[in-house]
């Protein structure tokens, strides 16, 4: 019952419901596969590996911490790990393009979303224009005159109604995901910046004690 009337809303709205019908079902195949990636994403996450490897770091055991993220699928330790496979090079630049390719990931098709937010509702306003056109168009036809006036009004509610509907889904969606992008980006950018200050530091701590050992075991010439 409910296919037939499904059906039934389909043909009544005209043929502008065949180009709606396909970005109907990019949506739903966006939406379905960003939401099983989030969920990936999230099994993936590991905070007791990411303060080991910072342990590690303010430490200054360098290959320590390289080994733990290396095992780990977290994001922020995969990060991690690039940038400190390459920071005699350079650290940051190795976390900037390792954060970058994340982030790519993780915002993935989210530019399809923000095109059907526009496209489906201007399908809709199509849909309607050419209701209306059928039905004035067959006004003359004084035996047709009721039924084309009823067929072309009901053309024109469907597919503003299919366009609008697509396009709030679409618009909850792509705003519910770019949360995400946003919340996601800023956790690889600490994870990045905590990096770079533990690291720097513990060199730097590391140089200083042993110029201090080294002006301690120098001999002191007497003065002549």
């Not at 409910?2 to 109907?24: A, E, H, R």
């Not at 309607?128 to 005159?145: H, I, N, P, Q």
Request: charged share 15%.
């Amino acid at each position: 019952m409910t296919d037939n009337l499904v059906i039934q809303y389909f043909v009544k709205g005209g043929w502008i419901m065949w180009l709606i019908l396909p970005v109907s079902l990019v949506t739903v195949s966006v939406i379905l596969e960003r939401a099983l990636w989030w969920n990936a994403h999230r099994r993936t996450r590991n905070s007791a590996k990411l303060d080991q490897v910072f342990g590690y770091l303010e430490d200054g055991n360098v290959v320590d911490a390289s080994t733990v993220a290396r095992q780990s699928h977290d994001p922020r330790l995969q990060v991690i790990y690039h940038g400190l496979n390459h920071h005699h090079a350079s650290l940051e630049g190795a976390l900037q393009i390792a954060a970058g390719i994340e982030i790519e990931r993780a915002g993935r098709f989210l530019v399809v979303l923000d095109t059907i937010v526009t496209l489906a509702p201007l399908l809709g306003l199509l849909g309607t224009v050419t209701g209306l056109m059928r039905a004035f168009f067959k006004l003359g036809d004084t035996e047709l005159s009721e039924q084309a006036i009823t067929g072309g009004i009901a053309e024109a509610l469907i597919a503003t109604a299919c366009g609008l509907s697509i396009a709030v889904v679409a618009l909850i969606a792509l705003n519910y995901f770019s949360a995400r992008v946003a919340k996601f980006q800023f956790e690889l950018q600490t994870a990045a910046t905590n990096t770079e200050v533990l690291l720097r530091t513990a060199l730097a701590t590391r140089e200083e004690a042993a110029r201090e050992k080294w002006i301690g075991a120098t001999p002191i010439e007497p003065a002549a």
